[in-house]
């Protein structure tokens, strides 16, 4: 093919492959997520092809981040520990159900300790279920053995990372929790402002209006009407979000400039979640402010939103 050429994919599992062996021999290619768009007329992948054509001709697509790849070890790092967490705990969640079920409380992390396992065994009369927790326990002991040896190499890896020293200023964002930002964002130049940030990180409010404009002698006029809110938006990047959100859990326990910030907003009059929301949302711009700056937390320019 002669000519400039200009690639659009569908966001899928061989995306990031695809796009690391195509941008080096087309002048642009464009990743793009259609999950959620409407289906109209017979489907096939010639249809989805020509769609995807006439969409890229009109310049409709809306892309995928598939750009940087040098913290591309960090990322699988991040990904390896957090399947462990994942896995491990959902283990210990069946683990506390299947007492849970039998009427035995299991407070505490107590009933995971190897040394009182035979204790809580024993309160198992029934062979299989008895058999089930065996079973549970030697599971719970693979996930739980390569997890701190995981851990420790994300977190090696991470410290090399220029940007590690300024997110590590940020109150409340753990080792752990730099970690797992710098391998999402990659990059704070793909988030030109704020913004862009929160709408990915799940933190962007939804509005919706409708009828905004009134006739009144001939003439549009818009209505005074203020849109209406629809919660936060849906299409976002899930950890990402969880680690804002629970390092903004976590600040409005503890002494300091963000607990101060918080406290203000409630005294304002704000309710609990949505100041929360706001403390998440000062956390995320904090972080995209530093690491596009250079700058460490300076806890002096943490200023009160106007009313």
């Not at 304002?268 to 100041?275: E, I, K, S, V």
Request: glycine fraction near 6%; proline fraction near 4%; hydrophobic fraction near 40%.
């Amino acid at each position: 093919m002669r000519g400039s050429i200009h690639i659009v994919l569908e966001e899928g599992t061989q995306t990031q492959w695809l796009h690391d062996v195509l941008v080096a021999e087309v002048a642009r290619v464009i990743v793009c997520d259609r999950r959620g768009k409407p289906a109209a007329g017979n489907k096939s992948d010639w249809a989805d092809a020509e769609q995807l054509s006439a969409l890229l001709w009109r310049d409709a697509v809306r892309s995928v981040y598939h750009e940087s790849s040098h913290r591309g070890t960090l990322r699988e790092l991040t990904r390896t520990y957090r399947n462990l967490v994942e896995d491990s705990t959902r283990v210990r969640l069946r683990f506390k159900a299947l007492f849970r079920a039998r009427g035995i409380k299991t407070p505490g992390q107590r009933v995971y300790h190897p040394e009182r396992r035979a204790e809580w065994l024993a309160r198992l009369t029934n062979a299989g279920v008895h058999f089930r927790a065996q079973t549970l326990y030697a599971e719970l002991d693979v996930m739980e053995t390569p997890r701190r040896p995981a851990k420790l190499t994300m977190l090696a890896e991470a410290r090399r990372d220029p940007a590690w020293a300024l997110l590590r200023s940020i109150p409340f964002l753990g080792d752990v929790r730099v970690a797992q930002v710098l391998a999402i964002m990659q990059t704070p130049w793909r988030f030109r402002t704020k913004r862009q940030l929160w709408a990915y990180s799940g933190l962007a409010v939804v509005t919706r209006a409708t009828a905004e404009y009134r006739l009144e002698r001939g003439r549009p006029v818009r209505r005074r009407r203020s849109p209406m809110t629809r919660g936060l938006n849906r299409n976002h990047n899930r950890q990402l979000k969880y680690v804002f959100k629970s390092a903004a859990t976590a600040a409005t326990g503890r002494p300091g400039a963000l607990q101060a910030f918080y406290l203000a907003m409630l005294q304002r009059g704000m309710q609990p979640d949505l100041a929360r929301v706001t403390l998440t949302r000062k956390l995320a711009a904090l972080t995209l402010h530093c690491w596009k700056r250079g700058e460490r937390y300076d806890p002096t320019q943490l200023t009160l939103q106007a009313r």
